[in-house]
């Protein structure tokens, strides 16, 4: 009878084989390939990426194969493995003005130079069930393959190229010249500090706060992002511009003496304008908040930049009242790996300290209903 | 019974990291009870489950070292076999359950009830590295009070336990002032283990991976559980004796044995259980 209370090296072994028995469902049904994932699920595959902070769509993949769907359990396997790698130095930042654009809307003019480009977007599609698409074999339709696929997108590149213009400016660079938004920060001159090596510290710099935010929980920045419009830390957002498409990777090598390309990857982009300071003998200037995720990743891309900007409440004298402003509250609840193993670690045994509650409870009784004891 | 993981390093961490924890760690023995920040990496264990106990055993561990893993006192434990099972597989170390054996003891809510020896270190999984935390949420906050020995609050608090109910309403977890200067949280260990830590021959390391902090408490080293003249720090205590080996000074878990609400208790360190029944039968 006690042993029963306690598990054991054999109770855990029989889990696992559930698991695996679950995970694979009826055996009858094909089994997921990984190219199955990265192309069919590639949303999801970005998700795990970006807030696993690892590139590799296979491996992406692969975790979201093992842990049979469920995203937050991916991407705390795809940072299991991320950890263990070497890390061989620091890449050149990316420059998004010259990304080769798959989609660039702006919110704020009608038209600008190089047009809105739709893209692949899930915008105006109606939310009808698509029941053509419970049938099988549905490779003939008539959807865009090359827009949906980043594998796709990735190579076809030259025909994107010719396609779309090569670069397009920046949506804000025409605010920026006429002073009415404030220049983008220059580059770091100190060299960042790596969230996944170093521990958070506060207050942290701006980059370090994107850097968390980047890999922080989709649906958290979401809300927080949201609670902003409604009126906890109102920023009167704009979204002056989003863009999604491939850009080239550098590395610096010393040997070479300049970067060297790794490598072109999607990426999604947000460049929020906000609004503006001054007032006194400062110009009225429109402020801004950024956000930046890998692959198709709009949602999460414009919270991070909504979250980005209220967390700006210091740097812009603004009062702080409202919880997505509130720096330590944000960054240190925004890792869902964090957050997720800490509630999870409920189901752990707390038999001493509840023993000792037990305790401490009968003796307050006790010493309630004999108060001269 | 396992064998050796050959894909990853020695105890799974990378040199380069385990001597950023090393680091960690001896900054914490000069400075006893002082948090110290580390760049905790992402472990295949979750956060909440250990990953900071794991980092330290995984920094200190060497291949000649016997590892004992408890969880609430018990060494079977899930967590507790889980955590074990994980060094027998990425270190090939000997494993243990007898706490006289163990060269590292790696635990989780409590202090073994055989007294430990010089040589032995004891390695704390901690949840909530900061005492003050659930008095002031801000961490730019308690760092300042503790470099400042700004310790009121704490000892207001204990006082309002006191005044709403006659005594010091904080069963574990309960406040400990270290080498007379540092506040530390001891994890959530029953305040029946808090005078343990006092004077201790064995190392005590402290490992919070979420939380990215390592503290420690030196061998020898003054442990004094905070309290007042007038109402004195004091531990659990039992009516009834040890249900399976009879000690009356273990601390004790409680068991619902049926519907009827039938208890029993019995020893939460399985390993002095153990020993308590042979050294009865023998």
Request: glycine fraction near 8%.
């Amino acid at each position: 009878m006690y042993v029963a209370v306690k598990g054991g090296e054999k109770a855990i072994a029989e889990a696992h084989a559930l698991l695996a028995e679950l995970r694979r469902g009826d055996p009858d049904v094909a089994e997921l390939s990984l190219d199955q994932i990265q192309n069919q699920l590639s949303l999801a595959v970005d998700r795990v990426m970006n807030e696993g902070s690892l590139f590799d769509t296979e491996l992406a993949a692969l975790a979201i194969k093992q842990a049979q769907g469920d995203l937050i359990e991916a991407i705390f396997l795809l940072r299991a493995y991320r950890t263990t790698l070497p890390r061989h130095g620091v890449s050149t930042p990316i420059e998004t003005t010259d990304m080769r654009v798959l989609r660039r809307i702006s919110a704020t003019f009608k038209d600008v130079p190089g047009g809105q480009i739709l893209g692949p977007t899930y915008d105006y599609t109606h939310r009808l069930l698509d029941f053509a698409l419970a049938v099988e074999a549905m490779d003939e339709t008539d959807w865009d393959h090359d827009a949906h696929h980043h594998d796709d997108a990735l190579e076809d590149q030259d025909t994107e190229t010719e396609e779309a213009s090569p670069t397009l400016s920046r949506v804000l660079s025409l605010l920026e010249r006429e002073g009415l938004v404030e220049q983008p920060p220059s580059a770091v001159s100190t060299p960042s500090v790596d969230l996944t090596r170093e521990p958070l510290d506060f207050p942290a710099a701006r980059e370090t706060r994107l850097q968390a935010l980047a890999r922080g929980d989709e649906g958290y920045l979401l809300s927080l992002a949201y609670s902003t419009q409604r009126g906890y830390g109102r920023t009167h957002p704009f979204a002056g511009e989003i863009r999604s498409g491939v850009v080239m990777l550098h590395c610096p090598v010393e040997e070479l003496g300049y970067a060297l390309p790794l490598g072109e990857f999607l990426v999604t982009e947000c460049d929020m304008i906000n609004q503006f300071q001054g007032g006194g003998d400062l110009e009225p200037t429109f402020t801004r908040g950024y956000g930046l995720q890998v692959g198709l990743s709009e949602r999460k891309a414009m919270s991070m930049a909504l979250v980005d900007r209220a967390l700006r409440a210091d740097e812009l004298d603004e009062e702080r009242l409202s919880p997505a402003q509130d720096e330590e509250f944000v960054l240190a609840h925004c890792d869902n790996v964090e957050a997720w193993g800490f509630v999870s670690h409920l189901k752990l045994p707390h038999y001493v300290d509840f023993q000792s509650e037990l305790a401490l409870i009968r003796a307050l009784r006790q010493a309630a209903e004999t108060p001269d004891a | 019974m396992h064998e050796t993981l050959t894909d990853y390093n020695f105890a799974y961490l990378d040199e380069q990291t385990k001597r950023m924890i090393r680091r960690g760690l001896l900054k914490a023995v000069a400075v006893p009870g002082l948090q110290i920040p580390f760049g905790g990496r992402e472990m295949p264990l979750p956060y909440g489950w250990g990953t900071g106990g794991i980092q330290v055993t995984a920094a200190v561990i060497g291949p000649d070292d016997v590892l004992k893993v408890i969880d609430q006192g018990a060494d079977d434990t899930t967590n507790a076999v889980s955590i074990r099972a994980f060094f027998a597989k990425t270190a090939g170390v000997a494993t243990t359950e007898v706490t006289t054996e163990a060269t590292l003891i790696q635990t989780r809510h409590r202090i073994p009830e055989t007294a430990l020896t010089s040589g032995q270190i004891l390695i704390y999984q901690v949840p909530i590295p900061e005492p003050l935390r659930f008095i002031e949420p801000r961490e730019t906050e308690t760092r300042k009070m503790h470099a400042l020995s700004e310790y009121g609050v704490m000892h207001v608090k204990l006082y309002e336990d006191i005044a709403q109910f006659g005594q010091i309403a904080t069963s574990y977890a309960y406040p400990v002032l270290v080498n007379g200067r540092y506040v530390m949280d001891p994890s959530p260990i029953p305040k029946f283990d808090n005078p343990k830590m006092h004077q201790n021959p064995a190392l005590q390391l402290f490992g919070a991976g979420r939380e990215k902090r390592l503290y420690a408490v030196p061998p020898y080293t003054d442990v004094v559980s905070l309290d007042f003249e007038d109402h004195p720090f004091e531990v659990q205590s039992w009516d009834s004796p040890c249900g399976l080996c009879g000690s009356t000074d273990s601390f004790l878990d409680e068991v619902v044995m049926d519907d009827a609400g039938t208890r029993l208790f019995i020893c939460s360190d399985t390993d002095y259980c153990r020993i308590q029944r042979e050294r009865a039968d023998g």
